[in-house]
Structure formats: C-alpha cells, structure tokens
C-alpha cells in the first residue's frame, strides 16, 4: 500500500466519481482500520455457530457468511464476515472489534481443539464490487494460506436461507449490491489498480440500507431494529447465546426502534450532518444519524435509529448549527415483529354464557 493511498483514504479528489467507479467494479477501495480474526481447529465451525446467530457448522471452502455475537438479553456485541478455507475460519470484523472479540473467544474454548488469533497485523482488507478491478485484485493479490483465496462475499443482497426481513419495498436498494471484501498481505503494493476512498463506500452502504455496527449499533441495538435478521440470523437453527431474545422480539413483540433512510435537505448545504445529530419531530428527540452520507444520485443522504412510534410520515428535522429538514424512507415498518400470529385468547374472568 503506497503512502500517498494511507494518507487520503477518504478520498483522492472527487468522492462522487470515485464512487461511480466503484459501483461499476471499476475500482478497490483499502480498508486498513478493518480487523482479522482467525480460528483454528477441527471443532471452529461448530464451535462458533453454538455461539452465534447464523448457521455456520456446514460452512464449506470459499462459502461466505455473516454472523452476530449477542449479549444475554439480544443486545449487539460483535458483527463477524465470515469465510472459511477448509483449515482456518476468517472472522474480518470492523477495526475496534479485532481485540475484544478475539480475546472473549480465546476465553471461550474450553476444551474444544479450537485456536484463536488476532492477524489483524498480517492482512489488510479491500473492497471491492462485482466487475473488473475485483477479478485483478482477487486473480492477482487475494492471499490463500491454504489454497483457497480468501474473498469474503456479503450476502445482504437477498435474505439467506434461516433469514427473514422486515422491509416491504418492493424492490430492496441491495438487490444489485455485489460487495466483496479481499484480504492480501499488509504491505501489498496495489498501486496498479484503480482507487476510490471510503467515503465512496460509505455513501454506497447508506443507500442499500445496509447496517454496520461500528456505526449503527449503540449499547442497546437488537438485530430487528437494522433489518439484520435478513442476512446475519437464523431463526430455527437453535440455541445460542442472546437466541431467547431473538424468538420473543420477532414472534411476539416489536423492535423498540427502527432504522430508517433519511432524505436531507441539501438546498442550504449538500454536506450531511454529522453522525450523532439528533433527529427532532415538533422539537422532541426521537433518534439519532448513525450514517450521513453524500450520494452521486440521491444527493445527501443518512441512516438514522429512530422511536418505532415515529409516524413514517412525519416531517423531521436533523439537529445541528444549521437544521436540516429531513423525509424518511421507511426501511423497517413500525409493525415489524410480532410475526407468530399467537390467537388471541379470551380474558380471564369471562365466562360464555350459552343463550337461553
């Protein structure tokens, strides 16, 4: 990775052509902040799906997939992209997870045949979409420890198999959503390909809606709330850990909030808001931006956790120095959940009299 790549990331010039490019496979962009994670061993397959939400244990070479490690009670705690080689399972998490969760697994094993590392030193992850820079970048740079490259493919473009979604557009924003992640070795010169900076991806990942936990999930994020069951969740795969949570809130309940696509108001500035500023309805808060973007077609753009109870229709306002006005788009309903259709039973105390 050259120098003059590390020190303008976001961008190399103009964010919204890099970002063209990148949507039409014409471009990688590095990710140096991101983090790996392997596990060894012949129990790792069945080992991490006892622990998480997705249905791993028949993960096959090359097979990609994306996982949750939740708390007791459902809450989020760890989002892992998921590839296996046939030897070691590849867990590339975002930067600040590389530690944490490499260190609750390590403490994790028992007496499983299962070894755990933070490689993050060793490999650096690039995205890329589907088209010709990713062909080059795989062909030429992707490492393959054990023979078999190490391409991580993001199953958010249609709900896997275990999944459900809560979204009812009639065309979801991800159907041509081909996002690969390739990891080479630090150090790879990739200079030969073309660039975009992460404000590309970043604008790219709003519009199709799709949630990261770095950026979307705070201290009391449940999976319902981002859509996350539709890639990242199996519902009838059976125990794990936070998996009570996960039964309840979808068969009987409703996320207490919702992630949404918010509209901005560009007419006073086409930069976003900041991530944090807080969404207003009358004055009142009811959610927070999580991902504020600038969009080649749809102009300034974020994701925002908003109160379930905030009327779709609503006219909001992003907080700030300068107030924007806001129009949502509805990515998870306000009645999603509750999806067991339980009959309702009689109350108690009320007793049929037969007619007379």
């Keep these: 990775m050259s120098t003059e790549f590390e020190a303008a990331g976001a961008h ?140 991580w493919a993001d199953p958010w473009r249609e709900v896997v198999v275990g999944g459900h979604q809560y979204s009812t557009a009639t065309e979801h924003p991800a159907a041509d959503w081909t996002y690969r992640e390739v990891l080479v070795a630090r150090g790879t010169d990739l200079s030969s390909l073309p660039h975009a900076g992460t404000l590309a991806l970043e604008a790219l990942r709003v519009a199709a809606w799709r949630p990261r936990l770095s950026t979307e999930v705070d201290e009391r994020s449940i999976p319902h709330e981002l859509d996350w069951l539709r890639s990242a969740v199996h519902l009838s795969k059976g125990c794990y850990r936070g998996q009570e949570t996960i039964a309840k809130v979808h068969n009987l309940g409703h996320p207490p909030r919702r992630l949404v696509l918010l509209h901005l108001d560009g007419s006073e500035s086409p930069v976003p808001p900041p991530a944090g500023s807080p969404v207003l309805l009358d004055g009142a808060e009811v959610g927070r931006v999580t991902s504020p973007a600038l969009h080649a077609e749809l102009g300034p753009i974020a994701l925002a956790v908003v109160k379930r109870s905030v009327d779709p229709a609503a006219a909001l306002v992003v907080g700030g120095e300068v107030p924007v006005a806001a129009s949502q788009e509805v990515i998870v309903p306000t009645d999603a959940g509750a999806e067991a259709n339980v009959p309702r039973l009689p109350k108690l105390g009320r007793v049929a009299r037969p007619a007379s």
Aim: net charge negative.
């Design 12 to 151: 190399f010039g103009n964010p919204l052509v890099e970002q063209r490019s990148l949507a039409a496979g014409e471009a990688v962009v590095e990710l140096p902040d991101r983090s790996v994670v392997t596990v060894t061993g012949p129990d790792r397959l069945s080992w991490l799906d006892s622990l998480t939400s997705q249905s791993i244990a028949s993960l096959q070479p090359g097979e990609s997939a994306e996982t949750l490690l939740l708390d007791p009670t459902g809450r989020l705690e760890h989002a892992m992209r998921v590839v296996d080689d046939g030897e070691t399972t590849w867990l590339l998490v975002d930067g600040p997870e590389g530690a944490p969760l490499a260190a609750w697994l390590d403490r994790m094993r028992f007496m499983l045949r299962v070894e755990v590392a933070d490689r993050s030193a060793e490999f650096l992850t690039v995205g890329a979409f589907e088209g010709s820079a990713a062909v080059e970048l795989t062909e030429r740079f992707a490492s393959a420890p054990n023979g078999v490259p190490l391409v």
